[in-house]
């Protein structure tokens, strides 16, 4: 009955990942639309879609359908995962039609959230849906010991939320998130850009901006960027040179915020587990993590050791990947 039709689905705010077992990551691609206002059709998704955001004609929308890790537009977020099996079953020798899916929920959402995701995979052409809390499946993909009777701390900071959560014996002890991440660090680049240079930026140079030449430490060797933008006052396109200095200012507040969570999830643990986050630290996964100096900086201020996932952008979706082993033996299990 399963026959490699069988994936893992990371469907995040900002990205979308697809895991086989067979073949591993089969896609990877920005949860983005763009449609037709009057069709209503699918135009593009994925990266050709985010690379229309901000230049589009006014028939055209561009939307993100995904907020804050849960589904924000059913429709939109049921078209785009029509797109992504289209365009998987296009590029993987093996057909994955009717596939059985495991697909990550937030452990923050509700149940009516979590139904939202359940319903838009089956409408998407999926056979079964399972689903999994998203800190666990990143804590498998980041090669951590979940089904231990160990603290295993993951910090997730990903385009919409930050998410805190200690794992035990294969489930979630305790648990925070935020709605501060990467999109909340490109808008306060915008922001300071705005206030300072009177010139405005799109998202998506923003996030260039902070890829580039973003860091969390305050103390850095010091990184400048060539930006353009539309001034303000005269309207007419300006170029501006930002260093990483203010940059790193402008994210400060950020920043500090996902300190504060992680902080009250340390301070939530039971004394039991407590001991094994002083010997064996958090884990830092999803693309925020990724910044500059984020580890170092994180190292500094919460005095446990800081690791990084081997690979942050894809620990969901290969843990995702890795647990379907699980759900068929316990399928297998219930059939005996
Ligand atoms: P989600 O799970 O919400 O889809 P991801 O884990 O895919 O999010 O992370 C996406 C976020 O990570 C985006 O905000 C992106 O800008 C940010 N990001 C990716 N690479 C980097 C980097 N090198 N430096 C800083 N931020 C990054
Ligand atoms: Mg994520």
Redesign the pocket.
């Known amino acids: 009955m399963f026959s490699g039709n069988e994936i893992g689905i990371d469907l995040?705010?900002?990205?979308v990942l697809v895991y086989s077992k067979k073949e591993g990551v089969i896609l990877d691609e920005p949860?983005v639309v763009a449609i037709d206002n009057q069709t209503k059709q699918v135009l593009a998704f994925g990266h050709e879609a985010k690379a229309m955001i901000g230049k589009t004609p006014e028939k055209i929308t561009v939307v993100r359908p995904l907020k804050g890790?849960v589904i924000a537009d059913f429709d939109m977020t049921t078209e785009m995962l029509k797109q992504i099996m289209k365009k998987i079953n296009k590029q993987s020798g093996i057909s994955i039609r009717k596939p059985n899916v495991i697909v990550c929920a937030p452990s923050g959402a509700t149940s009516v959230e979590r139904r939202a995701i359940e319903d838009v995979v089956k409408n998407s052409g999926a056979k079964a849906v399972h689903l999994i809390e998203e800190p666990v499946a990143a804590a498998i993909g980041a090669d951590l010991p979940v089904d231990e009777p160990i603290a295993n701390v993951v910090v997730d900071i990903?385009?919409?939320t930050t998410e805190v959560a200690i794992i035990s014996f294969g489930g979630v002890v305790t648990y925070n998130t935020i709605r501060i991440?990467?999109?909340k660090m490109d808008d306060d680049i915008m922001q300071h850009v705005r206030k300072t240079y009177n010139l405005l930026i799109g998202e998506r140079t923003a996030?260039q901006i902070?890829?580039e030449i973003?860091h969390a430490l305050v103390d850095h060797p010091e990184q400048t960027i060539e930006v353009r933008g539309r001034d303000l006052v005269t309207g007419l396109p300006k170029t501006v040179i930002l260093s990483s200095y203010e940059i790193q200012e402008s994210l400060r507040d950020s920043l500090l915020q996902i300190l504060e969570t992680i902080r009250a999830t340390l301070e939530d643990c039971p004394a039991e587990l407590s001991g094994d986050i002083v010997d064996r630290g958090i884990v830092l996964t999803?693309?925020?993590a990724?910044?500059q100096g984020m580890q170092e900086w994180l190292s500094n201020e919460i005095f446990v050791p800081v690791h990084l996932a081997p690979n942050p952008?894809q620990s969901v979706v290969v843990g995702a990947g890795r647990s379907l082993q699980f759900i068929n033996k316990m399928t297998a299990d219930a059939a005996k």
């Open positions: 995040g705010t900002a990205n949860s890790g990903g385009g919409g991440g990467g999109d996030e902070k890829m973003g999803g693309g925020g990724l910044l952008l």
